[in-house]
């Protein structure tokens, strides 16, 4: 039972240049989140998966798009990277949307130059 | 939405002492409220959470405290140990809808032995 699981853990990416985000959770959870953490902000919440088949915006959606693969899977993408963009990606599950704890995983960093 | 601020942003401590982290929310409607632990390059986790219909919730040294009325919750940790030092993150969410967690910014927790 590996819980969460974030791939890759580092990247480095150009200005421009695309990349995706992938996570897995295998607790059976129906919810899915992506937040992203940077210095003096705490955790804001850039896209969630209530449930397999949605997704809605968080309050940072803006260069980002997601994709629930799956109950297990949610993606994110990153189409053309910019320097705002540098932060460490946190994705988490819950078994539902709500009364339900954040399970995370353990953050991809990345830097974009 | 949800505005939640927690103050202080820096805490040092001496070993042995009680510390304690405050939190505001604006939204009345919200009515969970958890706090997460995250320690130097791992991920956040879940230590404790009170819903809006207990006032206070203990689990050995670590107590949360909430006032709904004047809409601030608090963490308290007592006889630190320096594995308490860490980053610790309050949030808010009302318990219905489409509603996600929104965090606060962090306390740093700093424990000299």
């Known amino acids: 039972n590996a819980g969460v699981t974030q791939t890759p853990k580092f990247q480095v990416l150009k200005t421009g240049q695309s990349m995706t985000l992938q996570c897995a959770q295998d607790m059976n959870h129906n919810s899915m989140y992506w937040y992203r953490q940077d210095p003096g902000m705490g955790l804001r919440l850039i896209y969630y998966?209530?449930?397999?088949?949605?997704?809605d915006k968080g309050e940072v959606p803006n260069g980002y798009n997601v994709s629930r693969l799956n109950k297990r899977e949610f993606s994110l993408r990153l189409e053309s990277a910019a320097p705002s963009q540098t932060s460490v990606y946190f994705c988490a599950s819950s078994e539902a949307l709500l009364d339900s704890p954040l399970h995370f995983g353990n953050g991809t960093r990345l830097t974009v130059t | 939405g949800e505005n939640v601020e927690q103050h202080p942003s820096t805490l040092s401590v001496q070993e042995g002492d009680s510390a304690v982290i405050k939190c505001t929310y604006s939204d009345s409607a919200s009515n969970y409220f958890p706090w997460y632990k995250q320690e130097l390059g791992k991920r956040p986790q879940l230590i404790i959470d009170?819903?809006?219909?207990?006032g206070e919730k203990k689990d050995q040294r670590i107590a949360v405290t909430l006032n709904k009325t004047a809409k601030h919750f608090s963490l308290h940790i007592t006889e630190t140990q320096p594995e308490d030092s860490a980053v610790y993150f309050c949030?808010?969410?009302?318990?219905?809808?489409?509603?996600?967690?929104?965090f606060g910014k962090g306390t740093m927790l700093l424990v000299s032995p």
């Open positions: 998966s209530a449930s397999e088949g949605t997704t």
């Open positions: 009170i819903r809006s219909n207990v």
């Open positions: 949030a808010a969410r009302r318990n219905s809808g489409y509603s996600t967690l929104t």
